[in-house]
């Protein structure tokens, strides 16, 4: 198979290895990491030990083939942008597979790409950038993809099948969008924490204090997720999240690791996305709401 993973950040690379194996994969990043992976390869550490080969491009307009699989990696904030850049290299065959963090993500691919060409997915696997062309795998995880109608196609069990046989174990969902939820959830409970309070996801269930927190976030993000048609149980996501925090304890979160790359963070497509779906149902969003004010103000 042909894949183009855009956005080689962390997990877009770490999929992007292990993709490779057994197919054509070309990666889409920033020119810092493209040249190392050029130069030196790819190299995975931690959870996963790999150096591979693999094709790396800073632009789109460099990539030689038409990709019969697009992943998106990007921040959500760059979802439209990544969209728009790639539609002269798709064909109306290209599928195109989100794998973001956010609520918002399949509206915007939605708005350039028909809804019939995109899956979704969710990842809990935990990585971070070491250096350019290097990626510390931190903490596995369960990978789940669908289709946004939630029927069980031959080209989403195509794909899942593809991504175990490189070693990424993947489950076909039939109701991906509460997949989705059910992440937003998670993040909203753990990567705003960890970044206002500059630590690693295992310093969450270390400190009671913050444990107590954690508990107050993913209440009030549940409350909100189910106002909007969700049915999810408060003590099983609680439950998921703590999961999440033990399976990724020596990995930085995302936002944190924008803030300390100084970059822009996702907090708007995650709790404050929350924010804006609670203030519709009439809900409570007071702890959402300092904690994207929080972050914002770093």
Not at 24 to 40: C, D, F, M
Request: charge should be positive.
């Amino acid at each position: 198979m042909n894949i183009v993973i855009f956005g080689a950040g962390a997990i877009g690379s770490l999929f992007g290895a292990l993709l490779s194996k057994r197919n054509n994969v070309l990666l889409i990043g920033r020119k810092p990491h493209v040249t190392s992976i050029k130069k030196n390869g790819l190299r995975i550490q931690g959870k996963t030990r790999l150096n591979v080969k693999i094709e790396a491009e800073s632009s789109v307009n460099n990539v030689p083939f038409t990709p019969d699989l697009l992943i998106l990696t990007v921040k959500s904030y760059d979802t439209e942008t990544a969209v728009s850049q790639v539609k002269n290299i798709v064909s109306d065959d290209t599928i195109f597979l989100s794998l973001q963090n956010g609520l918002d993500n399949i509206e915007k691919i939605s708005g350039h790409i028909s809804s019939e060409n995109i899956i979704a997915g969710v990842t809990t696997h935990g990585a971070f950038f070491s250096k350019p062309g290097a990626v510390k795998h931190t903490g596995t995880g369960m990978t789940v993809l669908g289709e946004l109608s939630g029927k069980k196609t031959k080209r989403v069990e195509s794909i899942v099948k593809f991504f175990n046989e490189a070693g990424i174990k993947t489950e076909v969902s039939k109701n991906i969008l509460k997949e989705i939820w059910s992440k937003v959830i998670i993040n909203s409970s753990i990567n705003p924490l960890t970044s206002i309070f500059r630590c690693k996801n295992g310093y969450l269930l270390k400190n009671p204090i913050l444990e107590r927190l954690l508990e107050i976030i993913c209440e009030e993000s549940v409350k909100i997720a189910n106002a909007e048609g969700n049915d999810f149980s408060y003590s099983d996501m609680l439950s998921k999240t703590k999961e999440v925090v033990k399976n990724t304890s020596d990995n930085y979160s995302s936002m944190l690791q924008s803030i300390i790359n100084g970059k822009k963070t996702e907090i708007d497509s995650i709790n404050g996305k929350l924010i804006e779906i609670g203030r519709k149902h009439n809900c409570d969003t007071f702890i959402n709401e300092i904690l994207v004010n929080s972050v914002k103000s770093l």
